[in-house]
């Protein structure tokens, strides 16, 4: 069952990771890295602190556990643990990935920028639940399918992830409603 599961991935992986076309790999290349997106991050600070002022450091204290228990989950065990190749490491179907900039680590079950991604846009969702939080969802599934455009990470990793990004949220949501309610009433209407 695992193996079949397995080929599946492969098989899924190439079919998207073969949909690349020449125009379009700078601006999947763009929207992979990870500095493009320090003004959405700095701007979503902005209005944490607008709207909490003095009381914004508790959202800050959750964006750093929800990053911490997403990062860490996928990137420090999961990666670890499972040892799954990226797909332009495997050598079965190395030369057959249509890479967009280098490899990277040697290891990519689970998603990193999927569990990162997903965590912040879903953690936005369960605290706003407006347009704003939709739009985060949408950033965070193209964001991961670039991770399989660039040639890095599977179908499989890209999913595992995004359910750790998502479990973190969830947890950081609970904490935060649990020990700061009253900063949640301030919140809402924040964008």
């Not at 990277?104 to 569990?115: C, D, K, R, V």
């Not at 879903?122 to 399918?145: C, D, Q, T």
Request: proline residues 4%; positive net charge; charged residues 15%.
């Amino acid at each position: 069952m695992l193996e079949t599961l397995i080929e599946l991935d492969k098989e899924l992986f190439l079919f998207l990771n073969g949909l690349h076309a020449d125009w379009l790999d700078p601006i999947m290349l763009f929207i992979t890295e990870r500095n493009p997106w320090i003004p959405l991050y700095a701007l979503i600070l902005f209005f944490v602190i607008r709207r909490l002022r003095w009381q914004s450091w508790s959202m800050m204290l959750a964006f750093a556990l929800l990053i911490t228990l997403a990062d860490q989950a996928s990137s420090g065990f999961f990666k670890p643990f499972f040892e799954r190749l990226r797909p332009c490491h495997e050598p079965g179907i190395q030369d057959l990935v249509h890479m967009v900039k280098g490899c990277g680590g040697q290891y990519g079950f689970a998603s990193s920028h999927a569990s990162n991604t997903f965590a912040l846009a879903f953690f936005l969702w369960f605290i706003y639940r407006n347009i704003y939080a939709k739009i985060m969802i949408g950033w965070a599934i193209v964001v991961s399918y670039s991770r399989i455009y660039v040639g890095v990470h599977y179908p499989g990793d890209i999913i595992m992830g995004a359910i750790l990004g998502v479990l973190a949220a969830w947890i950081t949501y609970q904490l935060y409603k649990r020990i700061f309610p009253n900063h949640l009433e301030k919140i809402h209407g924040i964008v």
